[in-house]
């Protein structure tokens, strides 16, 4: 088997809260708590989750725009947090990202050249002629024009401004493209083109993707493998059709069952949460879910459950499994 292209071990990300007073110890928000997968080549990996559980700021830190307070990210064998300035700056060429926000995440005062170069700017030594070409050829694959090149972001829809943050990403022909909520600010059927073209992507150029989202739908469609995320931690992870099919954790059953259309052939019953999500400026003594889940027993309180295989290819952190 070759070499995962990422591999992120015992990740945690910390950060200090400003102090309420002079002589007060300043707290902490654990946004990451010890996370742990890794990618092969020409796969796709998904992360799921609810608005506050770390997605992004693991998309982040697998990015090395933010170092890690515990932990390895490693892209094609090399610890991107370990390199020096001018090194990662070298490395960014084979991991790009995707934003969220097609409106946002383009320079209004750009041309679709030169922020599609950008990348290129930054990491090559080729002339302006090169560069254009590059750019041109781009465009072609995400379905725009060379024409395109001397229009500004504004001249385009929601999908085709994603289309342009696509070319952008692949212009240094990455073999890992982090991207977050990638299609979430898309109308429905503008959002099957970008997923198709995704894919498309994948198989013409081999491409690794980590998506985020919290759409479990567009996870289900992309993905190979997912994780399932919940305070910081990874709940259960696994071949994402059998995951989806069977999930194990009382949390995955809850997501899936918070979809309003039912998934054929699950005849249990639903599993309601109680509660509220609990505080990321704490860590439980036990597991984390074990206040919101209906099935908790006394032992979810005495220690963090560990990922262990419940099927295989699939693991789960729970006690009662």
Avoid: W
Wanted: glycine content about 8%; proline content about 7%; overall charge neutral.
């Amino acid at each position: 088997m070759s070499e995962p292209v990422l591999e992120v071990e015992a990740l945690h990300r910390h950060y200090i809260l400003p102090r309420e007073s002079l002589f007060a110890t300043p707290g902490k928000v654990y946004a990451l708590n010890g996370v742990n997968f890794h990618v092969n080549p020409g796969h796709s990996f998904g992360i799921v989750g609810e608005s506050g559980c770390g997605k992004s700021t693991l998309a982040r830190a697998v990015m090395a725009l933010e170092p890690p307070t515990l932990g390895n990210v490693r892209i094609l064998g090399r610890d991107v947090n370990a390199l020096s300035h001018d090194d990662l700056r070298r490395a960014r060429k084979h991991f790009q990202m995707v934003f969220q926000d097609p409106y946002g995440s383009l320079d209004p005062r750009h041309t679709v050249e030169r922020i599609v170069a950008e990348p290129l700017a930054a990491l090559d030594t080729s002339d302006k002629n090169e560069r254009r070409d590059k750019v041109a050829d781009v465009l072609s694959s995400v379905g725009l024009k060379a024409g395109d090149m001397g229009k500004y972001p504004h001249e385009f829809s929601g999908g085709q401004r994603q289309r342009i943050a696509i070319a952008r990403a692949l212009i240094t022909r990455p073999e890992l493209i982090v991207a977050d909520e990638p299609v979430s600010a898309l109308d429905v059927s503008v959002q099957a083109q970008v997923l198709n073209l995704l894919q498309d992507l994948q198989d013409q150029f081999g491409v690794t993707y980590m998506l985020i989202s919290h759409d479990l739908a567009v996870v289900e469609y992309v993905c190979d493998e997912v994780a399932v995320m919940y305070l910081g931690r990874i709940v259960e992870q696994g071949p994402t059709r059998q995951l989806f099919a069977n999930p194990a954790h009382p949390y995955t059953q809850a997501l899936l069952d918070a979809v309003p259309q039912p998934v054929p052939g699950r005849k249990r019953d639903k599993v309601r949460l109680k509660g509220t999500v609990g505080s990321q400026t704490e860590q439980a003594g036990g597991c984390p879910f074990a206040d919101r889940c209906p099935k908790a027993e006394s032992r979810c309180r005495d220690g963090v459950p560990e990922l262990r295989e419940v099927a295989p290819g699939q693991k789960a952190a729970c006690h009662l499994l």
